[in-house]
């Protein structure tokens, strides 16, 4: 899968959110015939959408990390982006300045889209970690029962190996892991019923992480690293 050709857009999602809200508090401060209650109207309701991109962040980082366990948040934070801009709408249009504000709930839906493939990806991955961890477990005990001193080595490297790269999301750690599954599944072949079946299963999930992981790390690096705060402070 190639990222590239497929992130670039995200990679500025955030400045372009925040330039286009500057723009959009600039336009209203020049504008003619806006009174003090609108102004301040308008004006309380851009600083509410800055605090929410920054709420909107830190889940995204807690999900990432475990430390928030359901979408709730987000869902929230959506829901309240969009009753401001419904709101701002025909505050924009009395202006004649509709084409001000349709770019910037645009790139809000870009980013919400995003963040509907974090969610994705992050389930896929969050399943594969936590069934790699589990039967890694459990084929290694299974090896060690039946003395298998080479299996129980190998598995014990690529458990290892495979959780300091959960920790780290280092992509030079990808080859060496690659081939280290691929041992443990030239291992596997030689196994019998459900001991295969399980080492298969592993292999399986491992593979998926490394297929996962990195691809969510870029969605969030690209989503929560920008210089919004500074740009709107």
Do not use: C
Request: glycine letters at 4%; charged letters at 25%.
């Amino acid at each position: 899968m190639n990222l590239r050709h497929r992130l670039p857009r995200l990679q500025s999602l955030w400045l372009i959110v925040a330039v286009l809200v500057l723009l959009l508090a600039g336009l209203y401060r020049l504008s003619s015939g806006i009174g003090d209650t609108q102004r301040l109207r308008v004006e309380t309701g851009i600083h509410e959408m800055t605090a929410l991109d920054a709420a909107y962040n830190l889940d995204i980082l807690k999900l990432r990390n475990r430390q928030l366990l359901n979408y709730d948040g987000l869902v929230a934070t959506d829901r309240r982006m969009d009753q401001l801009f419904t709101g701002l709408t025909p505050e924009f249009a009395r202006l004649q300045l509709s084409h001000v504000l349709a770019p910037v709930r645009d790139a809000w839906q870009s980013k919400v889209d995003a963040v509907e493939r974090f969610k994705r990806l992050n389930a896929v991955l969050t399943n594969s970690q936590n069934h790699f961890i589990n039967l890694a477990t459990e084929v290694e005990n299974r090896q060690h029962a039946s003395h298998s001193l080479q299996g129980e080595r190998l598995l014990d490297e690529v458990s290892r190996s495979m959780l300091i790269f959960i920790t780290r999301g280092d992509a030079e750690d990808i080859p060496a892991l690659s081939e280290l599954l691929d041992q443990v599944s030239d291992l596997v072949r030689h196994w019998d019923g459900d001991d295969r079946a399980k080492g298969e299963l592993l292999v399986s999930h491992g593979r998926k992480i490394l297929d996962t992981h990195l691809e969510v790390q870029q969605i969030i690096d690209q989503l929560v690293n920008s210089s919004f705060t500074e740009i709107a402070s």
